[in-house]
């Protein structure tokens, strides 16, 4: 057995830049590496898991938008070059302004947020599932990675068009227009959201099985909160 032992970095610095659209924020990451930015680490969070992580890591000064945290090892001079290029990059592609973890504390707050995100989105509910999976890919095309897979996610999911209420039947006492694991077809529907005193019928965008169901009868829905998700 090798053991390897690394001295820590004279300097640690983290901050997030947040972008206006996932393509920004993409193209931002592919140019950090294609420029060979000695960077330790860059990650990205959808704004939907930012959205999610917001809410569920209590993270302050934060938007729900594409999300790219950063992290610079090294000593402060070199630090200081990397970021710069980094900085350049991201507002070239409209990123904000960097937000600084200054401290240890923050540091470990902030990436605890991100390690977290697996946990965030399983706290949605009791019937969620989450899958975790690896991709390898030429750095050319990770661009057209995200997109295929953020499309790919955006054809699972129903979301509430409309702020309102969801019932799960047509009327009182009546079945429900789907259960956890039924099979549903094109165009079936699925609930009802009313609003502004319109009973509104949602039907489902595909065929599949529903794998979730994020609502109960009765309750109040936020616009484009995720409902049901059929695979």
């Known amino acids: 057995m090798h053991l390897r032992l690394s001295p ?17 924020a993409v ?3 592919q140019e950090i590496i294609q420029y060979g930015v000695p960077i330790a680490r860059v990650e990205l969070l959808n704004k939907d898991q930012m959205d999610i992580s ?5 993270l302050e000064n934060l938007e729900s938008l594409p999300t790219l945290f950063y992290e610079f ?4 001079i ?10 350049e990059i991201s507002k070239n592609n409209n990123g904000s302004d960097f937000k600084w973890a200054v401290n240890i504390e923050e540091r470990n707050k902030m990436w605890k947020a991100r390690h977290n995100a697996y946990y965030s989105v399983k706290a949605q509910g009791d019937d969620v599932r989450v899958y975790a999976t690896d991709v390898c890919v030429p750095i050319s095309n990770i661009v057209e990675c995200i997109k295929f897979a953020e499309n790919e996610l955006q054809g699972t999911g129903l979301k509430a068009p409309m702020v309102g209420t ?3 039947s047509p009327e009182p006492g009546k079945a429900p227009f789907i259960r956890l694991g039924d099979t549903v077809s094109n165009n079936q529907p699925l609930l009802i959201i009313e609003a502004m005193k319109v009973m509104n019928t949602i039907n489902a965008p595909k065929g599949g099985k529903v794998v979730f169901i994020g609502f109960e009868d009765g309750q109040p829905v936020e616009f484009e ?4 998700i059929i695979e």
């Open 8 to 24: 820590i970095p004279e300097s640690i610095m983290s901050a997030v830049c947040q972008f206006p659209d996932l393509d920004s």
């Open 27 to 29: 193209l931002t990451a």
């Open 54 to 58: 917001i809410k569920y890591s209590k």
């Open 73 to 76: 090892h090294g000593s402060e």
């Open 78 to 87: 070199s630090n200081k070059e990397s970021i710069d290029v980094v900085e």
């Open 166 to 168: 969801a019932y799960v």
């Open 225 to 228: 909160q995720l409902l049901v």
